[in-house]
Every structure is written in structure tokens, then in C-alpha cells.
């Protein structure tokens, strides 16, 4: 950037914004506004992202938000990409949040407290170091966006999923070259019914890819 270019702005809500979030898009403003405003100095996103945030982040996280049910992970939340903004539209779904970095998990539980989530765990982990026991496994639904290439993405997600659950990966074009590619892990975990769904076009926005498959049926 040069001396006298203008500091990226925080793009306009889009009008599609209250019908995604409903009665919660007071939270979701609150989340936009605070990640607007301390998403760079902590390393969350780039200064380039905020005249996308709402569109690229935020609304295409939310558009998952009717495809959840029950207890669902979210691997490798970051800012809180899907996770933290599908929590946000689905008080009714239980969502745990698991990113690895100290400085991402505080930055998540400071949301979460300061929004008043109730239905948000944020654990500190690795995806592969979580428990196989314990109170957390297993998941009925793991998302995940932006954390690796779906051959090294599925051996993270997989094995947190219940037998007959769901993963719910949001993928860039290229989703169908992913699935080909993740061709042996994907047997390797026995997926089912790999399918890639275009969401966001009934909306009127740019359409985000979820790769979706059932776990073990
Ligand atoms: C590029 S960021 C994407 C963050 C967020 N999902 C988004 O869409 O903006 C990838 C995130 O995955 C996390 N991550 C990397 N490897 C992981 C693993 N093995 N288990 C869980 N999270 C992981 C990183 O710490 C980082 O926060």
C-alpha cells in the first residue's frame, strides 16, 4: 500500500445478513464489528479481507448454519470460521471449537464470553490429539474451512464423527479436484455419499462449496 492510499473499510452489511441470522444478527454484527476491529493486530485476518468480511467470512460461515444438527466440531476455528458464527446462528445446536493456537483459543473464549454464548466450547487441541473417551467424542457433524487439502483434511475430521455422522468441509472451486484427489483416504475412512452442495446462489451471494459425506454408515 502506498503512504496516501486509503485503510481498507469494513464492508456494508449486505441486506442478506438478517435473513441468514435471523433474530440473531444483533451477535453477528457484534462478532463482525469486533473481529473488524481486532482481526488484524491479532493475526486473524489480513487488513485486505475487511471490505469482504461480511460476504467471504461471514455469510458464506452462516450459510452452513441450516445444514447442522446436534453436536458438532469445528476443526481449526481461527477467528471463528465457521464455528463461532454458526454458533451464533444455531443456539440450538452444541459446538465445539478446535484450534490448537493459545492466542486463537483466547481470542474465541473472549468472544464467546463477551457475546454471551452459551453453546460454545473452545478446546485447545490438535484434531488428532482429541480424546477418542471422554465427554466431547463422539460428534454428530464436523466442519471445518480452510485448515488443509481434503486427503489431509478427512484423516483430521473423520475419526471425530460419530458412525452414520457428517462432515461438512467448505471447499474453494476446485472441490471436485479435492475429492478426486482424496480418492484413497476417502475409502481408507469409508466415507459415503461424497457429494459437493453449492450454497449461497438462493441468497443471492457467492456461492460456497461444502464438501459433504457420512461417516461409516
Ligand atoms: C488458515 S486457518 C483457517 C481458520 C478458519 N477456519 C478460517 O476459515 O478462517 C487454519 C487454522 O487451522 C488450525 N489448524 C491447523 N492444523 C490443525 C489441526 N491439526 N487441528 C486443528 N486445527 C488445526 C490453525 O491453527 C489455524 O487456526
Request: proline share 6%; net charge negative.
Amino acid at each position: 500500500m502506498t503512504e496516501d492510499a486509503a485503510p481498507p473499510v469494513l464492508e456494508a452489511e449486505p441486506a442478506q445478513a438478517a435473513a441468514l441470522f435471523g433474530d440473531r444478527i444483533d451477535l453477528a454484527r457484534s462478532f463482525t464489528a469486533s473481529l473488524a476491529e481486532h482481526g488484524e493486530t491479532l493475526g486473524l485476518i489480513g487488513p485486505r479481507e475487511l471490505p469482504q468480511l461480511w460476504t467471504r467470512h461471514i455469510l458464506n460461515s452462516a450459510l452452513v448454519a441450516p445444514l447442522l444438527r446436534g453436536r458438532v466440531g469445528d476443526v481449526g476455528s481461527g477467528a471463528g470460521l465457521p464455528g463461532l458464527v454458526l454458533a451464533i446462528a444455531r443456539p440450538d445446536v452444541e459446538l465445539t471449537l478446535i484450534e490448537p493456537m493459545e492466542r486463537r483459543t483466547d481470542w474465541l473464549q473472549s468472544e464467546v464470553d463477551r457475546i454471551g454464548l452459551t453453546n460454545v466450547r473452545v478446546l485447545r487441541a490438535r484434531a488428532e490429539d482429541v480424546p477418542g473417551s471422554g465427554e466431547l467424542l463422539p460428534l454428530d457433524q464436523v466442519t471445518a474451512r480452510a485448515v488443509s487439502a481434503l486427503r489431509s483434511l478427512i484423516p483430521l475430521t473423520a475419526p471425530l464423527a460419530r458412525s452414520g455422522g457428517e462432515l461438512l468441509l467448505l471447499k474453494g472451486a476446485r472441490a471436485d479436484d479435492e475429492i478426486a484427489a482424496a480418492a484413497k483416504v476417502i475409502r481408507k475412512h469409508r466415507l459415503q455419499s461424497v457429494e459437493v452442495l453449492e450454497l449461497g446462489a438462493e441468497h443471492g451471494l457467492e456461492v460456497t462449496r461444502v464438501v459433504r459425506a457420512l461417516v461409516d454408515p
